[in-house]
Every structure is written in C-alpha cells, then in structure tokens.
C-alpha cells in the first residue's frame, strides 16, 4: 500500500515539476497569455557531409507558444533539451531550401539557416507554420 502511495506521489510531483518548467515567461510575474501551438522542430546548425553529397542538420524538438501584442504576432520557444523559454525573432521567409544538382555531380547549394526559416529562438531555427499538436 505504502508503495503505491509513494509512486502516486512520484508521478504527481513530476507533473508539477514538468509544467514549472513548459512555461513560456521566463519571468513569472507577467500576464501575458500565451497559447500553446505545438511542438516544432528547430534547427540549430547545418551542414555539408565530408563527401559533398548531402548535408546534415543538428535539430531537437520546442514547444511554441505565441501571443497577439495588439499589432503583431509574437513567439516564445521553450527548448526541454536547455531547460529555457526564448523569445523568437523574425529572420527571413523561409523560401530557401536545399538543392542538389539534378545532373548527377552532386553540387549542393545550402542556403543560410536565416533563409531557410522564419524565425529565430536561442539560436534555433524555425518555422511556427510546422507546430503540430
């Protein structure tokens, strides 16, 4: 019986642990309302592998929140892997993309990550358009 009560408690603690943490405002005190949109990926760095014929990204998963300021729309990102919530910045529109030569010679054009996504967080990059629930 005691060890039921004792996993019971184990398994609430954490949850309240886990949503002190999921917040957005890195100061508490705010009152900003923020909604929850999804988990995204982000992306920290990019780059070619040694033999030229691909790249490789370093990434992890975020949960993004926004908020309408009254003008515009704002995000926040909470990275779990950094245990922070990062306010996100515009950075380009997000059109670029990899490319391979389709010829065979394996030239690869690997835009900036600034042009590849929207937004920027901390150093992750991202797109608030693939949050998904």
Known sequence: ????????????ASLI??????SPDENPGTTAQWT???KVRCVSSIRMDYNRKGVSEESTLAMLYSNFDGEN?????????????????????????VEYDRRGNYVVHVPRLS?????????????????SK
């Open 36 to 38: 929850y949109m999804g």
């Open 1 to 12: 019986m005691k060890a039921t009560h004792f996993i019971l408690f184990a398994i609430l």
């Open 73 to 97: 729309m704002v995000y926040k990102l909470y990275v779990p892997s950094d245990g922070r919530a990062y306010s996100a910045r515009r950075v380009g529109s997000g059109g670029e993309h």
């Open 115 to 131: 042009d590849m996504y929207t937004h920027c967080a901390g150093g992750y990059y991202f797109n608030p358009t693939d949050a």
């Open 17 to 22: 642990n886990f949503t002190s943490y999921a």
